[in-house]
C-alpha cells in the first residue's frame, strides 16, 4: 500500500476513532446526569450514524457572504422568526455585511447542521451544496433590478 493511501486511512481512522470516543464520553456524562448505566461502544456507533459523522472529509460551503439571504429572512416560513419586520434579519449587522450572532446562529442558518439534520441520507454532501448554491442564485436573481 502506498505512504500517501496509508496516511490518509490512519488520518481518517483516527479521526473517526476520537468521534466515537467523544459520543461515548457524551453518553456516559448524560448516563451520570440521569442515572441510567452508560451506554455500550454498539449504542456511540449507532449514534455516530444517526448523527452522520461520517469520516470523509467535507468539502467548506463556499459561501460568498454576500449577505442577501440574511436579507430576505421573512421569505422562508422557518427563517419568518429572525424577521426584524423588514425582511431583514435582526441579528444581520449591515455595516459588516454578516451576522452578529455568527458562532451562535440557529441551525436554520447553518448549512451544515441542516444537512447533518435532514438531508444526509437523501443526498451527498456535494448535491446538498449545488442545491444550496442554486438557491444563492436565485436570491441574487431575486435581488437584481
Ligand atoms: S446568499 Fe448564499 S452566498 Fe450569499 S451569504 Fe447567503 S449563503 Fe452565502
Ligand atoms: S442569524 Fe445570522 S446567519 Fe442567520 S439569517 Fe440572521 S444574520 Fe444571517
Known sequence: ??????????????????????????????????????LTGGAAITIMKTINLSAAPR?????????????????AT????????????RHFDVESNGCLIYEDRPDICRVDRQYDLHYFQNYSWDEFVAANLEGCQRIVEHMQP
Not at 502506498?2 to 457524551?26: G, P
Request: aromatic content about 8%; glycine content about 6%.
Open 1 to 38: 500500500m502506498r505512504t500517501a493511501t496509508l496516511c490518509y486511512l490512519r488520518r481518517n481512522v483516527s479521526k473517526t476513532f476520537r468521534r466515537w470516543l467523544v459520543v461515548k464520553r457524551m453518553l456516559w456524562i448524560r448516563s451520570q446526569v440521569n442515572g441510567m448505566p452508560p
Open 78 to 89: 422557518e427563517t419568518r422568526f429572525l424577521d426584524r419586520g423588514d425582511g431583514v434579519c
Open 59 to 75: 468539502k467548506e460551503f463556499p459561501c460568498v457572504k454576500c449577505g442577501l439571504c440574511c436579507q430576505l429572512v421573512h421569505l
